[in-house]
C-alpha cells in the first residue's frame, strides 16, 4: 500500500537532512534493511493510533528545533562520587577526553563508529534485529530512522558479572544539535550488568538500545533524562528476556519540551522477570510520553509497569501500555499500573492501558488515576507546621515511591530521592 502523500513528503524531508546511507562493514546492510522499513510505514502522524496524544511535527521536522542550553551548576551531577566508567557523549560526538578508558572486567566495550566497520562483529545479530521485531504489531518509525542513521552508541557484550556500572553521559552543547544514538548490550548466561544513561543530549535527541539477556543474566538500567527546559527526545529499549533472567529499567525525568520513551519488551524463556518504571515532574510546556509494550510468550513469567506523573502549570503526560500474553504463556504475572498527581487545573493526563490475553492461568492487573493533591494529608501536615511548600514536595516524594522502589539498589535510589527533593525544595509547587 502506498504511503499517504502527507506522509511521503515527510519522510523524504527528514531523509534530505541526513547523510545517504553509506560505509563499509556489516553494518551497512543493517542500517539499508532500516531504511527499507522506514520507507513502507513513513514518518508518524497525529492521526495514527499510538501518536494521537502526542504531536510528532518537532520530531519530523528536517531540522532540530533551537533549544538554548540549561544551567545546571547549581547540583551535583546525577551519579557523582560512585564508583563507574563513565562513556561521555558531547551533542552525540564521542569525547575521549572525558571518557574512561573503556575496559572492564567480564565486559567488552566497543563504539558503534568503530566495530561497525568490520566484517563480522557479534552486534550483527542483534543490531536492528529486535527493532526490526519490535515493529510488529505496532510501527515505531523514529526507531528505523535511528537503526538507518545512527551515527554513534556503544556495543556491549557481558560475559560476566561487572566490577562496576556502565555510565553513558550525554552532553548538550549545541542549541542545534541533532543527535542519534544507538547502543547494543548482550548478556551471555549468568551475565550481569547496571547500565546507567543522564544528560540532555542535544537539542533533539535520537536513542535506541537493544538489550538481550540470555538465561539467567540480570540487566539493570536506570536514566535520568537532562533538565533542558527546550530539549526534545524520542528514545525506545527494545529487549528480549531468556529463561530466569531479569531486566529492570527506570527513568527519572524532569523538564523537557518533548520526550516521548518507548520500550518493547519480550518475555521468551521461561520464569523471566520485567520491571519497567518511570518518575515524571513536569512544569508548564512539558510534555512527556511514556509507550510500553511487554509481551509474555513463556511460561511463569512477571512483569510490572509502574509510571507515576506529577504535572504542574499546564503541563501534559501520557501514558500508553499494553501485556500481551501468548497462547501458552500459562502463570503469566502481569501488573500495571499509570498514575498522575496534578497540581493545578491546567495540567492534563492521557492514558491508554490495555490488556490481550490468550491463556487462562493467568493474573493480570492494570489500573490508570489522575487527582489532585490529597487536602487531607496537606492539612493534617501543615498543622503540625510543616510549610505549605514543603508538606506539597513531601506528597509528591510520597506518590513517586512506588516507582522509585523499583529501582534494586537502594544507593542509586537514594540518590535519586535526594535529587527529586531538592529539585522539588527549590521549584516549588503550584498552590
Known amino acids: 500500500m502506498a504511503l499517504p502523500k502527507t506522509k511521503e513528503d515527510a519522510l523524504a524531508a527528514r531523509l534530505a537532512a541526513l547523510p545517504a546511507v553509506s560505509g563499509k562493514g556489516w553494518l551497512v546492510g543493517a542500517r539499508t534493511e532500516a531504511l527499507t522499513r522506514l520507507t513502507a510505514m513513513g514518518l508518524p502522524a497525529r492521526r495514527d493510533e499510538y501518536w494521537r496524544y502526542t504531536d510528532p511535527a518537532s520530531l519530523n521536522a528536517p531540522e532540530a528545533p533551537v533549544a538554548h542550553r540549561f544551567d545546571a551548576s547549581d547540583e551535583a551531577a546525577p551519579f557523582d562520587g560512585m564508583d563507574r566508567l563513565k562513556i561521555v557523549f558531547v551533542d552525540g560526538v564521542f569525547d575521549p577526553a572525558a571518557s574512561d578508558d573503556l575496559t572492564l572486567s567480564g565486559v567488552t566495550i566497543e563504539r558503534l563508529a568503530e566495530a561497525g566497520a568490520k566484517d563480522i562483529h557479534w552486534a550483527q545479530g542483534l543490531y536492528g534485529v529486535l527493532e526490526a521485531r519490535g515493529q510488529s504489531p505496532v510501527a515505531r518509525p523514529f526507531a528505523a530512522l535511528n537503526t538507518a542513521h545512527a551515527t554513534d552508541g556503544v556495543l556491549i557484550h557481558v560475559t560476566g558479572r561487572a566490577t562496576k556500572p556502565v555510565s553513558l553521559i550525554y552532553v548538550h552543547d549545541s542549541e542545534t544539535s541533532d543527535a542519534i544514538l544507538h547502543h547494543c548490550v548482550k548478556l551471555e548466561p549468568g551475565a550481569e550488568l547496571t547500565l546507567l544513561e543522564n544528560g540532555p543530549a542535544a537539542a533533539r535527541f535520537s536513542k535506541v538500545l537493544e538489550v538481550e539477556v540470555a538465561d539467567g543474566a540480570s540487566f539493570h538500567h536506570i536514566r535520568l533524562q537532562g533538565r533542558d527546559h527546550e530539549r526534545r527526545a524520542v528514545t525506545h529499549v527494545f529487549a528480549r528476556l531468556g529463561a530466569k533472567s531479569e531486566l ?134 501543615q498543622s503540625r507546621g510543616v510549610p505549605r511548600r514543603t508538606a506539597q514536595a513531601l506528597l509528591v516524594l510520597a506518590f513517586l515511591a512506588e516507582a522509585i522502589q523499583e529501582i534494586a539498589d537502594e544507593e542509586f535510589a537514594e540518590d535519586i530521592r535526594a535529587r527529586l527533593e531538592r529539585w522539588l525544595a527549590r521549584h516549588g509547587t503550584k498552590g
Open 248 to 381: 529492570r529499567s527506570f527513568t527519572l525525568t524532569a523538564n523537557g519540551r518533548l520526550t516521548r520513551n518507548e520500550a518493547v519488551v519480550e518475555l521468551t524463556g521461561d520464569e523471566g522477570r520485567a520491571h519497567l518504571a518511570g518518575a515524571t515532574v513536569g512544569d508548564g510546556e512539558f510534555h512527556h510520553d511514556d509507550t510500553v509494550f511487554i509481551t509474555h510468550a513463556a511460561v511463569a513469567c512477571e512483569s510490572r509497569q509502574v509510571f507515576k506523573k506529577v504535572l504542574m502549570n499546564g503541563a501534559t503526560g501520557v501514558f500508553q501500555g499494553k501485556i500481551l500474553v501468548k497462547p501458552g504463556a500459562q502463570k503469566t504475572d502481569g501488573y500495571q499500573i499509570s498514575q498522575s498527581l496534578l497540581l493545578d487545573e491546567d495540567s492534563q493526563f492521557l492514558a491508554k492501558p490495555e490488556l490481550e490475553i490468550y491463556a487462562d492461568d493467568v493474573k493480570c492487573s492494570h489500573g490508570s488515576t489522575s487527582g489532585a493533591i490529597d487536602e487531607t494529608a496537606l492539612f493534617y501536615l
